[in-house]
């Protein structure tokens, strides 16, 4: 089945009702991610902004056409590492996916994330990153990218936005020797389907998708420019798209690749920086790309 | 035929938890807990026992892997002491409340700080409020029992809550007593398979488990927790006779009465210092005093009716807590006695604490402290705690 038509006719797992704020790149990932998964699958989504959106339910309702749970904030990897070994003992095959917000994921999370990946449980774990805790009012995470401004890293007389970069979670979890990890974003839908078929067909350990998942409300931009501001963070190499599997990384290359100002422009959480905090942000894109060219080789396409 | 063996606690943990075939197992190290995980980890290692394992990164996790597949229908078992079940106590409070039925052997330690190791009931006492049933055992052989007793107790569909079963850390984690292993067969007559219907976490029945729920329900959920948790106490009762009928062994349910009946005296415990204070009590007997003991069995659901029955128109009793409760000046369990004996002034009630952080309890404190029940009935005198101190001695403590 070509992508399009998945996209066109497996039908939408979410319940009627269901709304994140408009033009939300984690409920267009999560609508897009249970179309190609399908009805063999059961749900984690920890506490985040799918959770608050009442995706597992709410006001008397579920929240999916799927069994879906609500894990706490930083259990969701073990929980459903707990599951999986149900459905192992019973010898019933049933796909296990975590759908996890970047605080859930990199922050809080990350211990028992981590594990579940070094004991190498079959699990999909996929991880909207939309930069900080939107749910609860924009705050800083551990995937926030330096400069944003943010409740907790306000624009100041002193200090302007966050001060660090961010936490490079599917580097990370490569680095675990997980199964297969991938970079994915709502703007290359042929690749995000792809890759998580490729996820489906893992049979043995964890799969790891990393979601680029612009926040309009948090980001600040007009919400009909979400594909285009995840679009920009690929061609800027801002958001790379690349896989790894089998200890070898597959990179695919941006041909003219645009400075990283014609991403940030597009975000109001990007306006106060100035020329020499924009070309500190290029250098380390491009150094943190540099390495990724190095590390796939042969593998770019 | 039941196999007769020398056994540590720990090892009579294990045996019970792989008596009543958990699919899933979850736990993660710690003093004095360690060897009830590394005896599990052998006998799968050695085909004796069928249960997936996960060997987690954290307690936390090993809570949060034993939910995941309690939601899914699993019999599960874990294990910890005090830090670790402090790092659990996130999980630990979502199995009871989303109401899964489970076991969990508590090997008590003190909590740090100071810097401890050694046994104590704080770790679990301070985890009361958290909706599980919180038994404690006196010696190895009860914990075998109880750990099997403690799935039928908590998979009753007019409970389904989780279970605790303590056991003090290096007293009995640690030492070995005579305990005997029964039969598989008639552990598997005794305690049928897990088949819950509460709950799903499956393709074939989509079910959110859940969900963000307003405050008029969560009361409802919170009303029939408590209510099930009452009915525990019968459910206790019950199973408790049924296993003596099937095994020979009786413990007397949410309590055990030992010389009450005539006994002007009474000392109230929990845990393996019982046996001392049995011992003690018969010595006093021996010298005509008419002394008894109640050990408590059950700190959740409390039995609150049976104490009172026990306790009432005694001229004395002293509660013996090996823990703290912070505020009270006092330990947690004779809160719990004096909360149940409220219309009961006439008895001299005095609290005591010993044996913190692995401190002895020995024969010379409980017979001393008899000796100090039996000098008065005078309550004001001796309403102030009491503490244990090194050499038998007791101490008051304003």
Redesign the interface.
């Known amino acids: 089945m070509k992508y399009r038509d998945i996209l066109m006719e497996q039908e939408d797992l979410v319940s009627p009702g269901i709304s994140a704020c408009q033009g939300c790149g984690a409920e267009l990932c999560l609508r897009t991610a249970l179309r190609v998964l399908g009805?063999?699958?059961?749900v984690?989504i920890p506490p985040g902004c799918l959770?608050g959106a009442?995706v597992?339910?709410?006001n008397?309702?579920?929240?999916?056409?799927?069994?879906?749970?609500?894990?706490?904030l930083?259990?969701t990897a073990?929980?459903?590492?707990?599951?999986?070994?149900?459905?192992?003992?019973?010898d019933e095959d049933?796909q296990v996916v975590a759908i996890a917000g970047d605080g859930a994921t990199a922050d809080c999370g990350f211990?028992?994330l981590?594990?579940a990946a070094?004991?190498g449980h079959n699990i999909i774990y996929i991880c909207y990153d939309n930069e900080g805790y939107m749910n609860t009012g924009f705050q800083r995470s551990g995937t926030t990218t330096k400069g944003s401004h943010t409740s907790t890293t306000p624009v100041g007389s002193l200090i302007k936005g966050k001060a660090q970069h961010k936490k490079d979670m599917p580097m990370i979890m490569a680095m675990h020797n997980a199964a297969y990890v991938a970079t994915l974003n709502p703007a290359y839908m042929k690749d995000f389907v792809s890759k998580l078929k490729k996820a489906m067909s893992v049979k043995e350990g964890l799969s790891y998708l990393h979601v680029c998942s612009p926040c309009p409300t948090g980001w600040r931009f007009n919400s009909d420019l979400s594909i285009e501001v995840a679009r920009k963070a690929v061609k800027t190499n801002f958001f790379p798209l690349y896989e790894y599997e089998n200890n070898s990384f597959k990179l695919k290359k941006v041909a003219n690749p645009e400075p990283v100002s014609n991403f940030l422009k597009l975000s109001k959480k990007f306006k106060h920086l100035d020329e020499k905090d924009i070309e500190e942000i290029q250098a380390h894109v491009d150094e943190k790309y540099n390495n990724l060219v190095n590390l796939a080789g042969e593998n770019i396409n | 035929m039941s196999k007769v063996m020398a056994t540590t606690g720990n090892t009579a943990a294990a045996i019970g938890a792989a008596l009543a075939k958990p699919q899933v197992i979850a736990a993660y190290p710690i003093t004095p807990q360690s060897s009830v995980v590394e005896n599990l980890a052998g006998m799968i290692a050695n085909g004796e026992l069928n249960s997936k394992m996960v060997e987690v990164e954290s307690e936390h996790s090993a809570m949060s892997v034993v939910q995941g597949a309690a939601v899914s229908g699993a019999r599960t078992f874990t294990a910890t002491s005090a830090q670790g079940l402090a790092l659990m106590y996130e999980p630990y409070f979502r199995m009871s409340t989303l109401r899964l039925p489970m076991v969990m052997a508590i090997a008590g330690r003190e909590m740090t700080s100071p810097e401890t190791v050694w046994g104590s009931q704080q770790d679990s006492i301070s985890v009361r409020d958290a909706g599980w049933l919180q038994m404690y055992v006196e010696d190895n052989q009860e914990i075998l029992d109880m750990i099997i007793q403690g799935y039928k107790v908590a998979e009753n569909q007019k409970v389904l809550l989780p279970i605790n079963i303590i056991y003090d850390g290096f007293f009995l984690s640690h030492l070995m007593e005579r305990v005997e292993v029964p039969p598989q067969e008639k552990v598997d007559q005794f305690l049928p398979g897990y088949n819950p219907q509460h709950v799903k976490f499956n393709p074939s029945e989509p079910m959110a488990v859940d969900p963000l729920t307003p405050g008029d329900i969560l009361m409802e959920y919170r009303e029939d927790h408590l209510k099930a948790a009452h009915k525990a106490l019968e459910v206790i009762d019950d199973v408790d006779n049924d296993f003596g009928n099937s095994f020979g062994r009786y413990y007397g349910g949410a309590v055990q009465e030992y010389l009450c009946d005539d006994a002007d005296i009474v000392l109230v415990t929990m845990g393996s210092m019982t046996g001392t204070a049995k011992e003690a009590v018969n010595i006093k007997r021996e010298q005509g005093i008419k002394a008894g003991l109640l050990k408590i069995r059950a700190m959740r659901p409390f039995p609150e009716t049976k104490v009172n029955e026990v306790l009432k128109g005694k001229k004395a009793v002293a509660v013996v807590d090996r823990n703290v409760c912070f505020g009270w000046n006092t330990g947690t369990l004779f809160v719990e006695v004096k909360a149940a004996l409220n219309r009961c002034d006439d008895i001299s009630l005095v609290p005591v604490i010993g044996g913190l952080g692995g401190a002895d309890i020995t024969l010379n404190h409980f017979t001393n402290c008899i000796d100090l029940l039996q000098k008065t009935s005078d309550y004001k005198k001796y309403h102030k705690c009491i503490w244990f101190k090194k050499g038998g001695e007791l101490h008051e403590v304003s």
Do not use: C, M
Not at chain 1, 39 to 42: E, G, P
Not at chain 1, 60 to 72: F, S
Not at chain 1, 78 to 90: I, P, Q, T
């Open positions: 009805k063999n699958t059961v984690a959770a009442g597992v339910g709410w008397y309702d579920n929240g999916l056409k799927i069994p879906v749970h609500i894990t706490l930083d259990n073990s929980f459903l590492a707990g599951v999986k070994e149900l459905y192992d003992y019973l049933v211990q028992s981590s594990g070094e004991r």
